[in-house]
């Protein structure tokens, strides 16, 4: 990785089409067979949730390789008031320069600048042997359950959670939920598929390791 080259600058109106390209050649095939993750991204910049200051773009020589989006998000806790934190994703490099460590760099960056604004915590889904690396445990072990997972598991080994405050999370009980607009492309297949049908075509393919087929 070559971080003297890098430049992460947030995001403006006119990267919207270069980066969602990007999002969906970073996703493409990996967890469901195309992807949905690049109109979720364009749908979210209109939600009031979103946080167009942490919508970061990483260049290396000029050329976009990289993109993560933050938005606003709670924790439900059991005395009924919502704990504010935040989430993060999608998250993407380019195929090319992926594994290189470009996608840590972009997220180490992008989670300090979340701290200055003031987060407490930010909460995702993930594979904790790479998000491990950059500060994220298991949230069960802070007290936080995710609601989509089987109640009868109390470790869900793929909800993470960070700490941006030391001690935020101290005594907390509580449930956390994906934002609403994270399920766009699920709720809105026809509006997809007519945005979708405006790049170029992809085939695709069932491939090992996905976590949807259909």
């Not at 209109?46 to 942490?54: A, H, K, S």
């Amino acid at each position: 990785m070559n971080k003297e080259n890098c430049v992460i600058r947030v995001e403006q109106p006119q990267d919207y089409r270069e980066v969602e390209n990007l999002t969906r050649e970073a996703f493409w095939n990996v967890y469901q067979p195309g992807c949905l993750e690049h109109y979720v991204l364009h749908c979210y910049r209109e939600q009031e949730g979103f946080i167009p200051q942490l919508s970061l773009i990483l260049e290396l020589d000029g050329k976009m390789i990289g993109h993560v989006m933050y938005a606003h998000s709670h924790i439900d806790l059991e005395d009924g008031s919502e704990l504010p934190i935040m989430t993060f994703g999608p998250i993407s490099i380019a195929p090319p320069f992926k594994r290189q460590g470009y996608g840590k760099y972009l997220l180490d960056y992008s989670l300090s600048k979340a701290a200055q604004m003031g987060a407490g915590a930010i909460a995702m889904c993930g594979n904790i042997d790479f998000y491990g690396k950059c500060g994220f445990g298991l949230a069960s072990e802070k007290g936080v359950r995710y609601e989509d997972a089987d109640p009868s598991d109390p470790i869900v080994p793929y909800f993470l959670i960070r700490e941006l405050k030391k001690g935020f999370l101290d005594g907390i009980k509580g449930t956390y939920k994906d934002p609403k607009p994270y399920f766009i492309g699920w709720e809105d297949p026809e509006g997809f598929a007519a945005y979708d049908s405006t790049f170029p075509y992809k085939e695709k393919l069932v491939t090992t390791g996905q976590l949807r087929t259909e």
